[in-house]
């Protein structure tokens, strides 16, 4: 059964800016700790930012710091990652996951979305 959707991936320029969305049909987002994640072709898996279950705490990695930021949308059951001055290494499918644990464990993420595509391109 799904339990994330990730939306929102496209074609951007370099400089532009896209905003991702997640949705829990299996999952009320609000009681889990939600990160987002990336993965470019023949690369690993890379943590990008997280926002703790009261939507209080956020953190990114160095890469995105003052470009991204992650949101809660509790009226919507969704968690947002608002992603601007984007840059042709941001390229990659984008996931969005969830978590049982506090804000600050990157690698016990129990949840996973099937992932949208970012590409940033001129």
């Known amino acids: 059964q799904v339990q994330l959707i990730e939306s929102g991936g496209g074609l951007v320029q370099p400089g532009g800016s896209l905003r991702l969305a997640c949705t829990g049909p299996?999952?009320?987002?609000?009681?889990?700790?939600m990160g987002w994640f990336r993965q470019a072709p023949g690369k690993d898996r890379e943590y990008v930012a997280s926002?703790?279950?009261?939507?209080?705490?956020?953190d990114y990695a160095v890469s995105v710091k003052g470009r991204f930021t992650i949101s809660r949308d509790n009226a919507n059951n969704a968690v947002t990652l608002q992603m601007n001055s984007l840059k042709p290494e941001d390229t990659a499918v984008y996931f969005c996951?969830?978590?049982?644990?506090?804000?600050?464990?990157?690698?016990?993420?129990?949840?996973w979305g099937q992932g949208t595509q970012v590409t940033v391109s001129s």
């Open positions: 996951a969830a978590s049982r644990k506090p804000i600050g464990y990157r690698n016990d993420y129990e949840y």
């Open positions: 926002i703790s279950k009261d939507g209080c705490v956020r």
């Open positions: 299996g999952l009320t987002l609000r009681s889990y700790t």
